[in-house]
């Protein structure tokens, strides 16, 4: 499974941006697909996630710090995850990495991508 991240900016406090995942590879092997942020001296950590099983995709499970400010959405035709991020803080400012949990198997493993900057100035 490969993973492109893009739409990473520099943004104003209060304003919105837009990242997208597109998934290449093995696809019929991801069961989820997710955003994740590292800022700087910290790990990385779970912003928001989305099951790409089904028509739906069920309830995506959210972070508390951006619970009613990002959705994350999927569109399976694209193989494309969105993160729409709105009334943004510079608490939001990170590297943003694009997650894909797949099976492979009877195992489970975590491919990312290459990460993309997000940059909120106060």
């Known amino acids: 499974v490969q993973l492109q991240a893009s739409g990473g900016d520099l943004v104003q406090a209060g304003g919105s941006l837009r990242l997208s995942c597109a998934a290449s590879?093995?696809?019929?092997?991801?069961?989820?697909m997710g955003w994740y942020r590292q800022a700087p001296g910290q790990q990385r950590q779970l912003v928001a996630r989305?099951?790409?099983?089904?028509?739906?995709?069920?309830?995506?499970n959210y972070a508390d710090p951006v619970k009613g400010r990002f959705t994350i959405s999927r569109d399976n035709a694209k193989n494309t995850v969105y993160l729409q991020m709105t009334n943004l803080k510079p608490e939001d400012t990170g590297v943003y990495y694009c997650?894909?949990?797949?099976?492979?198997?009877?195992?489970?493993?975590?491919?990312w991508g290459q990460g993309t900057q997000v940059t909120v100035s106060s």
């Open positions: 997650n894909a949990g797949a099976v492979h198997g009877l195992k489970g493993y975590d491919y």
């Open positions: 590879g093995s696809i019929f092997s991801i069961n989820t």
């Open positions: 989305i099951s790409t099983r089904g028509i739906t995709g069920g309830t995506p």
